[in-house]
């Protein structure tokens, strides 16, 4: 068993141990490596002001994505590659094409964001020769600007699009093959500890090791992208003992397609499972463009969102309609559960000691049927879901509803099927008086609270109208929203 971790900061190697596992990496950035280009505007991965990259060996390639410093913890960074915007412009001063034209086109004012989204630039310009402009708003979700209205950095990212990588001033691009021998050579596959008995963070080398740690330590928290386990210990000042880290294991990060269904292991990130969901189910693909920024995607994981449990959280509504199941794994094996059966009551889930979720096996929708996941939030990017609601249908020859599954989440304490609503749609002719007698069941199936989200009252409206919604857009008539989100696909 290791006592240290390593990983590379720009060009240099680093080994640490004596450290606690719940420091930030912006932290040690800022107080640690006096690297202060990377601003605390936030601390809860909201603003982007923090935004670094991180490069990751995963299945053999070398990938660099943007993240959030202020809620990534430094012991999640063994064999990574972390590079800041002090890491961009030349020995001598000379700025990178990114930087430069920031400067050109007035993309900053106060400067406070804007190493932030020079970092987010940076990583479009690396993975997109062309980018439309669509592709660099995407790329910005995560960053906010109180000064500039955007148009000056956008016109930044298209000017310096125009300049493709080449060793002499990129040193992503010169360094490359380096630091990816490097990297390689520091994972070595066994299981890391730091820390000491008051503050243990314990870096499984496998999931059969991981699977023996949390038979040890049952009451561990496990981080995986830290989205919002991070805002556990920026915002709620929480003490973690011990935090076992996951986002390393490539064995949970798989996502398998089969004749049916997509396997999608715990670790797989947003980002990682866009592409694969975007052709064969759309609107689950839609739905993730709008979970978080794209630092937020490229660490948060549809597993986390799942065994986090939250009443809010985006995809379990999602996933239940679609009917996907849940397989969990301790020291004794593994077993699986319908993901509807997963979620008890607010704050506890049918996860006995020492399991943790392995994987999700999500059906593919059958051919014909209808899907549809809606968010409704106060915000179109960025925020967090007053409600949303999923919605699986198929209807028979004659017009008549065969097969309806319908889930909300931010209705209840849990992720929650409408089975009232359901059963009064169920055989019934799809039409608007069947819906209108049916959304008068919401009642039965949820009794929604009010919070700063949303009242009560406002989320019982949305959801009957989300029903309506749906019998609209089967019925050929698209609203107003389905043209961002074709957009968006």
Same mark, same amino acid.
């Given at each position: 068993?290791?006592?240290?971790?390593?990983?590379?900061?720009?060009?240099?190697?680093?080994?640490?141990?004596?450290?606690?596992?719940?420091?930030?990496?912006?932290?040690?950035?800022?107080?640690?490596?006096?690297?202060? *280009?990377?601003?605390? *505007?936030?601390?809860?991965?909201?603003?982007?002001?923090?935004?670094?990259?991180?490069?990751?060996?995963?299945?053999?390639?070398?990938?660099?994505?943007?993240?959030?410093?202020?809620?990534?913890?430094?012991?999640?960074?063994?064999?990574? /590659?972390?590079v800041t915007v002090e890491h961009l412009a030349a020995k001598d001063g000379v700025l990178h094409p990114v930087q430069q034209a920031m400067v050109d086109m007035n993309g900053s004012q106060c400067g406070f964001c804007t190493p932030g989204f020079v970092m987010s630039l940076y990583a479009l310009w690396m993975e997109n020769e062309k980018p439309s402009r669509q592709a660099i708003e995407k790329a910005l979700q995560g960053n906010l600007c109180r000064c500039t209205g955007y148009e000056p950095i956008i016109k930044a990212a298209e000017k310096a699009s125009a300049i493709r990588p080449d060793a002499a001033f990129d040193a992503l691009a010169r360094e490359r093959e380096t630091i990816l021998a490097k990297l390689a050579a520091m994972k070595t596959g066994e299981t890391i500890t730091i820390g000491n008995e008051s503050k243990r963070g314990i870096i499984p080398g496998?999931?059969?090791?991981?699977?023996?740690?949390?038979?040890?330590?049952?009451?561990?928290?496990?981080?995986?992208?830290?989205?919002?386990?991070?805002?556990?210990?920026?915002?709620?000042?929480?003490?973690?003992?011990?935090?076992?880290?996951?986002? /390393?294991?490539?064995?949970?990060?798989?996502?398998?397609?089969?004749?049916?269904?997509?396997?999608?292991?715990? *670790?797989?990130?947003?980002?990682?499972?866009?592409?694969?969901?975007?052709?064969?189910?759309?609107?689950?693909?839609?739905?993730?463009?709008?979970?978080?920024?794209?630092?937020?995607?490229?660490m948060g994981t549809i597993g986390g969102n799942v065994a986090n449990g939250s009443p809010i959280g985006d995809t379990p509504p999602a996933l239940i309609a679609l009917g996907a199941t849940l397989t969990l794994q301790s020291k004794d094996g593994t077993r699986s559960i319908a993901l509807e059966d997963f979620f008890r009551d607010y704050g506890k889930q049918d996860r006995r000691p020492g399991e943790f979720v392995l994987s999700l096996t999500v059906p593919k929708p059958a051919k014909g049927a209808h899907y549809a996941v809606y968010k409704v939030s106060k915000r179109?990017?960025?925020?967090?879901?007053?409600?949303?609601?999923?919605?699986?249908?198929?209807?028979?020859?004659? *017009?008549?509803?065969?097969?309806?599954?319908?889930?909300?989440?931010?209705?209840?304490?849990?992720?929650?099927?409408?089975? /009232?609503?359901?059963?009064?749609?169920?055989?019934?002719?799809?039409?608007?008086?069947?819906?209108?007698?049916?959304?008068?069941?919401?009642?039965?199936?949820?009794?929604?609270?009010?919070?700063?989200?949303?009242?009560?009252?406002?989320?019982?409206?949305a959801a009957r109208n989300l029903l309506s919604r749906l019998l609209l857009e089967t019925g050929g008539s698209p609203q107003e929203l389905s043209r961002f989100e074709r957009e968006e696909a």
């Amino acid at each position: 068993m290791l006592m240290t971790i390593r990983f590379i900061l720009n060009d240099r190697e680093v080994t640490r141990d004596r450290f606690s596992p719940s420091e930030t990496l912006l932290d040690y950035l800022r107080i640690e490596r006096r690297l202060t *280009g990377s601003k605390e *505007g936030c601390a809860e991965g909201d603003c982007g002001a923090c935004t670094v990259l991180v490069g990751r060996l995963t299945r053999g390639r070398l990938v660099y994505e943007t993240v959030n410093a202020c809620i990534r913890f430094t012991a999640s960074l063994n064999a990574t /590659h972390v590079v800041t915007v002090e890491h961009l412009a030349a020995k001598d001063g000379v700025l990178h094409p990114v930087q430069q034209a920031m400067v050109d086109m007035n993309g900053s004012q106060c400067g406070f964001c804007t190493p932030g989204f020079v970092m987010s630039l940076y990583a479009l310009w690396m993975e997109n020769e062309k980018p439309s402009r669509q592709a660099i708003e995407k790329a910005l979700q995560g960053n906010l600007c109180r000064c500039t209205g955007y148009e000056p950095i956008i016109k930044a990212a298209e000017k310096a699009s125009a300049i493709r990588p080449d060793a002499a001033f990129d040193a992503l691009a010169r360094e490359r093959e380096t630091i990816l021998a490097k990297l390689a050579a520091m994972k070595t596959g066994e299981t890391i500890t730091i820390g000491n008995e008051s503050k243990r963070g314990i870096i499984p080398g496998s999931v059969e090791a991981l699977a023996e740690v949390l038979a040890e330590y049952r009451d561990a928290t496990i981080v995986a992208g830290s989205t919002d386990v991070g805002l556990w210990v920026t915002k709620q000042m929480r003490e973690l003992n011990p935090m076992v880290f996951i986002n /390393h294991l490539e064995e949970l990060q798989t996502i398998t397609e089969t004749e049916k269904s997509f396997i999608i292991g715990a *670790g797989a990130t947003y980002t990682e499972a866009f592409p694969a969901l975007a052709g064969k189910i759309p609107a689950l693909s839609r739905l993730i463009n709008r979970i978080g920024g794209e630092q937020v995607r490229n660490m948060g994981t549809i597993g986390g969102n799942v065994a986090n449990g939250s009443p809010i959280g985006d995809t379990p509504p999602a996933l239940i309609a679609l009917g996907a199941t849940l397989t969990l794994q301790s020291k004794d094996g593994t077993r699986s559960i319908a993901l509807e059966d997963f979620f008890r009551d607010y704050g506890k889930q049918d996860r006995r000691p020492g399991e943790f979720v392995l994987s999700l096996t999500v059906p593919k929708p059958a051919k014909g049927a209808h899907y549809a996941v809606y968010k409704v939030s106060k915000r179109r990017e960025e925020d967090i879901s007053a409600l949303c609601g999923a919605f699986y249908l198929e209807l028979a020859r004659d *017009g008549t509803v065969d097969k309806i599954r319908i889930a909300y989440g931010g209705m209840a304490g849990i992720p929650k099927r409408a089975a /009232h609503v359901e059963a009064a749609l169920a055989g019934k002719p799809w039409t608007t008086e069947t819906v209108e007698a049916a959304r008068q069941a919401f009642e039965s199936d949820y009794q929604p609270m009010t919070d700063m989200r949303a009242t009560a009252e406002y989320r019982m409206l949305a959801a009957r109208n989300l029903l309506s919604r749906l019998l609209l857009e089967t019925g050929g008539s698209p609203q107003e929203l389905s043209r961002f989100e074709r957009e968006e696909a």
